[in-house]
Every structure is written in structure tokens, then in C-alpha cells.
């Protein structure tokens, strides 16, 4: 990612990927999908503003409505 944020390590040595993700641009959550191999949906997030912080909180629904119309990919989302 473009983004200068670390993920945060907790005293259990766990990293806090959510705190990360919330920092995210619209082209930090660009490249992610790119990454996972969703990238023909990249554009649709970026028309929709989704950053880290809408990403961390998209329902199914909110898939199916800027364009994800896949069942399994929007599940598949919605697990990473």
C-alpha cells in the first residue's frame, strides 16, 4: 500500500489489521483489490469513495450496489 500507517502490534504480538485498514485511501483499497485479484472491481470502489474506513464496513448489499453482482466474490470480499 501507498499508505505510511504500520499495522499495529499488540502486547500479544497480534497485528491490529482493521486500525491499519482504516487508513487506507481509495487507492490503498484500489491496489488491495488489484492484489486479491478483484481489480475489474477497482473503479467501482473508487467511484464510490470507498476508503478504509467504508471497505471496513461494506454489507453485502453495498457490494451488490456499486457492482459486485457475484455471490461468491462478494462473499469472498466480505471474509478478507
Do not use: C
Not at 43 to 72: A, K, P, Q, Y
Amino acid at each position: 500500500m501507498t499508505n505510511a500507517a504500520s499495522p499495529t502490534v499488540n502486547r500479544d504480538g497480534v497485528i491490529d489489521f482493521k486500525e491499519f485498514q482504516q487508513a487506507w485511501t481509495v487507492s490503498d483499497v484500489m491496489a488491495w483489490l488489484h492484489e486479491q485479484g478483484y481489480g475489474e472491481y477497482a473503479n467501482n470502489f473508487r467511484i464510490n469513495d470507498v476508503d478504509g474506513n467504508v471497505l471496513l464496513d461494506l454489507t453485502n448489499e453495498d457490494l451488490e450496489d456499486i457492482g459486485v453482482m457475484s455471490v461468491g466474490k462478494r462473499k469472498a470480499i466480505l471474509e478478507q
